[in-house]
């Protein structure tokens, strides 16, 4: 059996990958890393799984990380964990920097000195900047970050191949579009709407709402992740995308059309500092090397994330009663 130690497995992201990867491989062991965090929850993922370790760790803890190698044989190492709200890199941006730049930089050292197999840095589109109305990022676009949040990214990505290059360590990237799905923390864009839409709330929109994004649902990215886990060319960067550009706007129409609320309850705010105006991505690498493509468009996933949320009430309920509820509304202050 190998053995594949996820950083933010309560994240999102992770989270989802996690119990798609128990699910469907059964010999793959996780061991999970995760300093719970705002943004994560262990009640992402059910208890007494099997094949699963976890250790609560902040990976800018060097020696704390370097206690887990130690004590467990790891093949590949994947790593989620990151401060990923564009607007709170805005408000505290060295946060950004200790987490996505120190933090992945311990990460590689520690894997180096233990010779894992494979590390793949899970990235994001951000990094290539923006775009305008034609055109697509490819792998071979010039990395333009405009926050610092993308630019911490690009950081990380840039230290990621430097040991490739470096020390021929085994490393990959993924850079991936807009993600949406279940366990989504409530201050990005759907679950926001969906949530506020629910309580009858106003629901803030940017500028003219008419900024664009590809959007995929979290389960093709994860199947993304593993194709390039498994059959990925070490020194490599794979976009994955949704095939799914969508104005901000449109989506939060489609919603309160499903949810039969009234678009009244939208609020147009000053628009956010750097902010881009569109990405779209060109995925072609990955298919043609390993046959993905989404499977879920727009609208199914759209529908089965509105209906996730419907349905576990009290996940992002008793989120919404905690720490974040602070948090949530100095976000609204600073829209």
Not at 178 to 189: A, W
Request: with cysteine.
């Amino acid at each position: 059996m190998k053995t594949c130690l996820i950083t933010g497995g309560f994240g999102f992201i992770g989270s989802n990958f996690i119990l798609y990867i128990l699910k469907e491989r059964k010999d793959i062991a996780i061991i999970n890393i995760d300093d719970i965090t705002y943004a994560a929850s262990p009640k992402n993922l059910p208890d007494n799984l099997a094949n699963y370790k976890f250790y609560k760790i902040n990976i800018a803890d060097k020696p704390a990380l370097s206690e887990v190698f130690d004590n467990n044989e790891i093949d590949y190492v994947v790593n989620f964990a990151a401060e990923s709200h564009v607007d709170r890199s805005i408000i505290s941006p060295g946060v950004f920097i200790k987490t996505n730049v120190e933090g992945t930089l311990n990460l590689l050292e520690v894997s180096l000195k233990h010779s894992v197999k494979r590390f793949l840095q899970i990235s994001t589109d951000e990094v290539y900047g923006s775009l305008g109305k034609e055109g697509k990022f490819s792998e071979k676009t010039p990395l333009s970050p405009r926050s610092p949040y993308s630019a911490s990214k690009a950081a990380a990505d840039m230290l990621v191949m430097s040991f490739f290059h470096t020390y021929d360590m085994p490393v990959l990237i993924s850079r991936c579009s807009n993600n949406y799905g279940p366990y989504q923390f409530p201050e990005k864009l759907i679950p926001l709407v969906v949530i506020n839409a629910l309580n009858n709330k106003n629901i803030p929109l940017y500028g003219d709402g008419k900024n664009i994004r590809d959007w995929i649902y979290v389960l093709d990215h994860v199947k993304g992740i593993c194709a390039i886990l498994e059959n990925g060319k070490a020194g490599e960067v794979y976009n994955i995308g949704g095939d799914s550009e969508m104005e901000n706007e449109e989506i939060i129409k489609y919603i309160l059309n499903k949810l039969g609320k009234p678009f009244s309850l939208v609020k147009y705010v000053k628009d956010r500092p750097g902010h881009d105006k569109r990405y779209a991505m060109d995925f072609t690498k990955i298919t043609k090397e390993m046959g993905f493509f989404p499977v879920y468009d727009i609208e199914k996933g759209l529908d089965l994330t509105i209906n996730w949320y419907l349905n576990n009430e009290n996940w992002w309920r008793e989120i919404l009663s905690g720490d974040y509820k602070k948090y949530y509304k100095i976000m609204y202050d600073h829209r």
